[in-house]
């Protein structure tokens, strides 16, 4: 083998190694990028499943939201034309107690209140307070009247009451005073009226 032939060997030898070695090179690069690839492609899929999943969690937030301000807003709205109802009936009573407070079937309706009234204080001297209108046909004599009856002393107060109609029966020095007007009575019974519009229109009792 000549000089020359020996060098060719040799490079021929050295130029496989290289080769060998920059595949090996490039194989191993191709397996890292398939590897980062795939490990890019899996970081995705969580971030996107993630993602998802938070978007799900604040939509079905969103709706329990708004389905508890919906049901609010039911309530006050149901709450509100309950109230409302309450008001109407109440104003309608009043409008035929005024017209009922004109007839001559309430002066009757009157004394009997009075009557009973004073039973209940039981106390000697009493005086009654009417109101304007009233004390225009209610004299002193009729309470003497009733006085006899009812072993007491009714006196007529010099004071008016600003209310529909009835009257107040207290003791002369006012420790004991019984309203028995329509106004008072009316007051009283709006909470039970309350209760009826309710069964009748919506099946409850509140």
């Known amino acids: 083998m000549t000089v020359k032939d ?4 040799i490079a021929s030898e050295v130029l496989g190694d290289i080769q ?3 595949e090996a090179l490039l194989l ?7 590897e980062t690839l795939k490990a890019a492609k899996e970081q995705a899929n969580q971030n996107y499943r993630a993602k998802i999943s938070e978007a799900k969690a604040k939509a079905d937030g969103e709706k329990r939201k708004i389905a508890s301000v919906a049901a609010v807003e039911i309530r006050n709205r149901l709450l509100q034309t309950k109230e409302e109802l309450v008001d109407e009936a109440f104003e309608k009573a009043l409008g035929k107690l005024e017209a009922f407070v004109k007839t001559s079937e309430y002066h009757t309706y009157l004394l009997e209140l009075i009557k009973d009234a004073s039973s209940r204080i039981g106390q000697r001297q009493l005086v009654v307070q009417v109101n304007a209108r009233d004390k225009e046909w209610l004299t002193q004599d009729m309470l003497e009247s009733l006085s006899k009856k009812l072993k007491c002393e009714l006196t007529l107060a010099d004071k008016k009451g600003g209310y529909i109609g009835g009257c107040i029966v207290q003791t002369a020095d006012n420790k004991i005073i019984y309203d028995v007007t329509i106004d008072n009575r009316m007051q009283e019974l709006k909470p039970v009226l309350r209760v009826e519009i309710a069964k009748i229109l919506f099946g409850e009792a509140t």
């Open 6 to 9: 020996g060098v060719s060997a």
């Open 20 to 22: 060998k070695e920059a």
């Open 28 to 34: 191993t690069a191709e397996n890292e990028a398939k």
